[in-house]
């Protein structure tokens, strides 16, 4: 029984709390109070937050068509510069004009170590190239071999009455009594190795860089034409200046033989001693002469 009494009076004093507590009117009070003024504060700052469409700036950026066609015309402006690479190479092709016109006959020079401006060593093709507009097409051309090796820097012919400083050779002449030695190891490697010019029918004025040409008298040049001593009767020898001179005297011999029939060597007159033939370099040499 008084278990039963306990538990009525706690189901009274909870239903009069509950009653106390949750009135209507209290609620809406503290509802109001507590909840309401700050829902309208959060509610109303959020469109002031939308924003979101003023840092749509994104087309702005869209500059870029703009100044990529700026560069891309741009660079054809750079390239007209270029152009200009050609005419630098321009004067390269002087070069062709200096050498193909190479020379007169008139400028030609008669020198120990070639013909200016062609020196021995020469390509034999570019020497014929070179004379040939000069003076016509060679008028003599024969090959020549000296299969026997002296050991001194010499061959010789097989039956030994040639020699020359190649085993293989070329003698060449023009209209004008310009001939020129062609030597080498082989036939198709033939280089310029010597000249020689002689009684000039045809008047070519080829010249020493001193002046000597065939006709020229050793009384007009004492200090420049050297005589060599001896000779072969009326025919003698002597240089000038490198170039080998054959000499001729129409008067006292080069060399004669005295009141007793021995063989002397003599000195003609140099008004009488003239110029018949000139050489320079390496040629053929005969080698059976008798004086």
Same mark, same amino acid.
């Given at each position: &029984?008084?278990?039963?009494?306990?538990?009525?009076?706690?189901?009274? &004093?909870?239903?009069?709390?509950?009653?106390?507590?949750?009135?209507?009117?209290?609620?809406?009070?503290?509802?109001?109070?507590?909840?309401?003024?700050?829902?309208?504060?959060?509610?109303?700052?959020?469109?002031?937050?939308?924003?979101?469409?003023?840092?749509?700036?994104?087309?702005?950026?869209?500059?870029?068509?703009?100044?990529?066609?700026?560069?891309?015309?741009?660079?054809?402006?750079? &390239? %007209?510069?270029?152009?200009?690479?050609?005419?630098?190479?321009?004067?390269?092709?002087? =070069? %062709?004009?200096?050498?193909?016109?190479?020379?007169?006959?008139?400028?030609?020079?008669?020198? %120990?170590?070639?013909?200016?401006?062609?020196?021995?060593?020469?390509? =034999?093709?570019?020497?014929?190239?070179?004379?040939?507009?000069?003076?016509?097409?060679?008028?003599?051309?024969? =090959?020549?071999?000296?299969?026997? @090796?002296?050991? @001194?820097?010499?061959?010789?012919?097989?039956?030994?009455?040639?020699?020359?400083?190649?085993?293989?050779?070329?003698?060449?002449?023009?209209?004008?009594?310009?001939?020129?030695?062609?030597?080498?190891?082989?036939?198709?490697?033939?280089?310029?190795?010597?000249?020689?010019?002689?009684?000039?029918?045809?008047?070519?004025?080829?010249?020493?860089?001193?002046?000597?040409?065939?006709?020229?008298?050793?009384?007009?040049?004492?200090?420049?034409?050297?005589?060599?001593?001896?000779?072969?009767?009326?025919?003698?020898?002597?240089?000038?200046?490198?170039?080998?001179?054959?000499?001729?005297?129409?008067?006292?011999?080069?060399?004669?033989?005295?009141?007793?029939?021995?063989?002397?060597?003599?000195?003609?007159?140099?008004?009488?001693?003239?110029?018949? =033939? &000139?050489?320079?370099?390496?040629?053929?040499?005969?080698?059976?002469?008798?004086?």
């Amino acid at each position: &029984m008084v278990r039963g009494a306990g538990v009525v009076l706690v189901s009274a &004093m909870l239903l009069m709390s509950c009653g106390s507590a949750a009135s209507p009117k209290a609620l809406d009070s503290s509802v109001s109070a507590s909840t309401v003024p700050p829902t309208p504060s959060v509610l109303t700052t959020l469109p002031e937050t939308t924003v979101l469409p003023e840092t749509t700036v994104l087309p702005e950026t869209t500059v870029l068509p703009t100044t990529a066609p700026q560069a891309a015309t741009a660079a054809p402006t750079t &390239m %007209p510069p270029a152009t200009l690479a050609p005419t630098t190479d321009a004067p390269v092709t002087d =070069a %062709p004009t200096t050498t193909a016109a190479l020379v007169t006959i008139a400028d030609l020079v008669l020198q %120990p170590d070639g013909i200016w401006p062609l020196t021995f060593g020469t390509p =034999a093709e570019t020497v014929l190239a070179a004379l040939s507009p000069l003076f016509g097409a060679p008028v003599r051309s024969t =090959a020549s071999q000296y299969p026997v @090796d002296m050991g @001194d820097s010499t061959f010789q012919s097989v039956d030994g009455t040639l020699s020359f400083v190649q085993p293989f050779g070329r003698y060449v002449c023009f209209s004008v009594s310009l001939c020129i030695w062609l030597g080498g190891a082989t036939p198709d490697a033939l280089n310029f190795t010597g000249w020689y010019f002689f009684d000039n029918t045809s008047s070519t004025p080829l010249v020493t860089a001193d002046g000597i040409g065939i006709g020229s008298r050793w009384a007009d040049f004492p200090t420049v034409i050297d005589v060599f001593e001896g000779g072969c009767y009326s025919s003698g020898n002597g240089e000038s200046n490198g170039v080998q001179l054959s000499l001729y005297s129409s008067g006292t011999w080069f060399t004669a033989f005295d009141e007793r029939g021995k063989y002397i060597n003599t000195t003609p007159d140099p008004a009488d001693v003239t110029v018949t =033939a &000139m050489n320079a370099g390496d040629s053929e040499i005969y080698l059976n002469f008798d004086c």
